[in-house]
Every structure is written in structure tokens, then in C-alpha cells.
């Protein structure tokens, strides 16, 4: 599967680069997070319980920063497992830049799964990961004001829904693209 999508968000772009670098933060926002911790250099160990339609899973994994270009832009590198449920691996690009109201988050994001959730319809996927994206990025609004008070993040809406071009992606595939752009994330349609 392939996607892109884009937000402003009301906080400068070095304060949504310091939120989306942030562990805790990124923990807070995700929905059915336990685990986002720091494990090496630009590598996060993850662990994310999910339920989308039959399957109901805990995935654990990995991801991986790289080409990084603070305060403007990373990649990242994602692989999860979620035992009989399935897997998923895949690669994103996330991208600061200035506007008029704040910044503009960017992000692309390429993903393969396998298993049962490969298994689920595909409208079922899309409508799963659409709700946890928006609830993911409604949390990282709030986020943004509560440390960064002044700002009003949770009004925004977002500029571009992210816009899958094929394949089946599980919702946990936005939590990786979210590591790199928040959270940012969520980010499947």
C-alpha cells in the first residue's frame, strides 16, 4: 500500500519536531500503545494492541530513523509481528515545513502485510485505520496545546486525507508513520 497526507499544525516547526521526537509523547497519542521506548541510537523498540473487525492482536517491533535532517525531515523504517494476526513491514518519509499558521507535517508511507489482517476486507482495513489516524492526531493536537499552551492544534483540520493506492494495511501502520510525523499517523485512510 502506498499513501501521503499532510496537517498544519499551530506550534512552530522546531516545537512539532521536539513532540514528534518524543517518546512519551508518541506513546500518549496512540491509540492501544504500551511500549515506545528508545532501544539504540534512532531505533525504538514498540508495542501496539490492536482490533480490527475478528482479529485482535498485540504487535511488537521496531522502528528505525534515518536520513535525518532536524528540524525539517526524517525516514523511517518499520517491521512488526503480531504472532497468527499477521505482520507488517514498510518505509515513510516525514517532512516539517513552515506556514502561515504554524507548520505543515508531510508524510508518504509504503507498507506490506501478511497473515489474517491481509486476510480482512479491504473496507474494513480503510475505515479501522481512518478512525485511529483521526483519533491519533486529535490526541497529538491536544498534546501540542497542553505543552505548548497559546496554541488551539485541536481546531485544525486535516489539509489532505491520506489516500491509499492498493493493499490491505493493518492500523498499526500508522503508528510508525506517525514516529516519524507524529505522529503523524497514523496515518492510513
Known amino acids: 500500500m502506498d499513501m501521503q497526507g499532510q496537517r498544519v499544525l499551530h506550534v512552530t516547526q522546531a516545537q512539532a519536531w521536539d513532540a514528534l521526537n518524543d517518546p512519551e509523547i508518541l506513546k500518549s497519542c496512540i491509540p492501544g500503545c504500551d511500549k515506545f521506548e528508545l532501544t539504540e541510537a534512532n531505533v525504538y523498540s514498540v508495542g501496539v494492541a490492536i482490533k480490527i473487525g475478528p482479529v485482535s492482536a498485540k504487535f511488537s517491533g521496531k522502528v528505525s530513523l534515518s536520513d535525518i535532517q532536524a528540524p525539517n525531515s526524517y525516514a523511517l523504517n ?3 509481528q503480531g504472532g497468527v494476526a499477521g505482520f507488517g513491514k514498510g518505509e515513510s518519509q516525514v517532512s516539517l515545513h513552515p506556514h502561515a499558521e504554524g507548520c505543515e507535517l508531510k508524510y508518504t508511507v509504503h507498507s506490506t502485510v501478511g497473515g489474517k489482517l491481509a486476510q480482512l476486507g479491504q473496507r474494513l482495513i480503510d475505515g479501522a485505520a481512518k478512525s485511529l489516524a483521526e483519533d491519533f492526531f486529535k490526541r497529538f493536537d491536544e498534546s501540542l496545546q497542553a505543552k505548548y499552551p497559546g496554541t488551539d ?5 486535516p489539509i ?7 493493499g490491505s494495511v493493518p492500523s498499526w501502520v500508522w503508528l510508525a508513520l506517525l514516529v516519524g510525523a507524529a505522529a503523524v499517523w497514523s496515518l492510513v485512510r
Open 78 to 80: 518499520f517491521e512488526a
Open 153 to 157: 492544534a485541536s481546531s485544525t483540520p
Open 160 to 166: 489532505a486525507e491520506a489516500t491509499p493506492s492498493s
